[in-house]
């Protein structure tokens, strides 16, 4: 029908603007109101106005989120159309109902526990934003960041290009949250049986795979509400409308000629043409989601023991803006937003530094670069308030770490002369050149101005190993 047609060229429109913004605000590296409406940022930074409006939104018109500002639907659906054969039409398939729930049962078991690594893979957006960092900084998000987001869109690829939404619905578990919301909303699609001619146009472009023509049923909690099959019916036999069609209730058909009615009472799905999932089946999901999290600290480098010359900090440092250590790994989903944001490149992809529960959230890398004494670009483009946001006034006076002096390393200690560039780096004038008793000079931090920006360690020229490392705190 021709409203439909509107509706799905509106929807398509909305999406794409929505898409572009996003990818556009994370390359820019600011803040964006799209970002901070995704509902694994919501949640992490206990946005209950947005909660609120997806929870009104889904009851009352079904699965809208993934189908118009959800990034990675967006990248679903351009990646099927652009890479899916001509002639290929998609088909009904049964719900994998117990995979999906498993899947987030043990998606949000993690996040309760803290192994924030595999929340941050399964979040759609936080997956979006760090392909869009790979492929704009890719030496920025670090070889695992890169090693994930291309793994990530290889998955999407294979996926998405015969199978359309179906990592929406089995694996993605906001999918699985508004699709059981959405069976229960106010608006859904519906088969009208007395003007359905059987074409299977609708089955053809669904790429939700939830049109069942068999019983003339649409499954609602797949159902992405694209309008896609109602644009294409020529009929108008599906529309999307308030009420349900009951299949215990015989439905009515036309009899060809016009001659009178038949009663068809639709026969229910034999348990047998259902997708069961054994225990092994269980066993390896839970097995392949639960190591989703260490795929990829096979990447990290061996962690050199603390001695005499290099030094390893106690604690690494957290971005600018948190209010703990703790309530920062909690929050953040590891989109990558605020490492593409970094100006001077100092943030990257952790692996090893918060232990593998929280691989790929972002951690200060001083060995890279530093954080500008006045920037505070970070903290403006974290969706899921991980990272408070801070004036430029705040973060000349907000602490991330201290620096620490390992004197035997430094150049001053061992000729006497010759450096002080710790000294001409710090913005805050902490540290000054002191002589010991032995009348060697070497630096001396003021802990009481120390903000831990990491300027003096990255200017250090001291070799092999640098004489300061920021401790975090």
């Not at 759609?124 to 790979?134: C, D, E, G, I, K």
């Not at 859904?188 to 089955?203: P, Y």
Request: aromatic share 6%; charged share 15%.
């Amino acid at each position: 029908m021709k409203r439909y047609r509107v509706f799905r060229c509106g929807r398509i429109a909305v999406q794409t603007i929505v898409a572009v913004i996003i990818a556009a605000a994370v390359v820019a590296g600011v803040p964006c109101i799209f970002s901070r409406m995704q509902i694994v940022p919501a949640i992490a930074a206990c946005a209950t106005t947005w909660l609120i409006i997806w929870l009104v939104a889904t009851l009352i018109f079904g699965r809208i989120y993934c189908a118009t500002v959800c990034p990675c639907g967006t990248l679903m659906e351009l990646i099927a159309w652009l890479s899916r054969p001509r002639k290929w039409h998609y088909s009904f398939t049964a719900p994998s109902t117990r995979l999906r729930y498993s899947i987030l049962v043990i998606v949000v078991i993690c996040a309760l526990f803290g192994f924030s690594a595999v929340v941050s893979l399964a979040d759609p957006y936080s997956a979006f934003a760090r392909m869009v960092t790979a492929a704009y900084r890719p030496a920025a998000i670090g070889v695992a960041g890169v090693i994930t987001a291309a793994a990530t869109l290889i998955l999407i690829i294979i996926f998405s290009r015969r199978q359309g939404r179906i990592i929406c619905n089995t694996i993605c578990p906001v999918g699985t949250v508004l699709g059981t919301l959405s069976k229960m909303s106010l608006y859904h699609a519906d088969i009208n049986t007395d003007l359905c001619v059987n074409c299977r146009k609708c089955e053809d472009v669904c790429s939700a795979q939830c049109i069942n023509l068999t019983d003339h049923v649409i499954d609602p909690m797949r159902c992405v509400v694209c309008f896609d099959c109602m644009a294409v019916c020529p009929n108008d036999a599906i529309r999307y409308r308030r009420g349900r069609h009951q299949l215990s209730i015989p439905m009515m058909q036309r009899v060809a000629g016009g001659e009178g009615v038949s009663a068809i009472k639709a026969e229910p799905l034999e348990p047998s043409s259902m997708s069961r999932i054994d225990r092994r089946t269980f066993l390896l999901a839970l097995a392949g989601t639960g190591a989703a999290g260490t795929t990829f600290a096979a990447a990290r480098s061996h962690r050199y023991v603390e001695g005499s010359t290099r030094l390893i900090p106690l604690n690494y440092v957290t971005p600018p803006g948190t209010s703990s250590r703790e309530d920062f790994l909690h929050r953040c989903t590891a989109c990558g937003a605020c490492i593409s944001a970094c100006p001077t490149g100092v943030l990257t992809a952790s692996t090893k530094q918060y232990g593998v529960r929280h691989a790929l959230t972002p951690v200060m890398d001083f060995d890279k670069s530093y954080c500008s004494f006045s920037c505070v670009k970070c903290t403006e483009v974290c969706p899921s308030h991980a990272l408070n946001t801070l004036t430029a006034a705040e973060k000349h006076n907000f602490p991330i770490g201290r620096a620490r002096v390992c004197a035997t390393n430094c150049i001053l200690y061992e000729n006497n002369a010759g450096c002080g560039a710790c000294a001409k780096a710090c913005p805050k004038r902490a540290i000054s050149i002191i002589r010991d008793s032995d009348g060697r000079r070497s630096p001396h931090v003021e802990p009481e101005l120390c903000i831990g920006c990491g300027r003096c360690a990255n200017v250090c020229p001291a070799q092999p190993y640098r004489a300061i490392v920021i401790e975090g705190l």
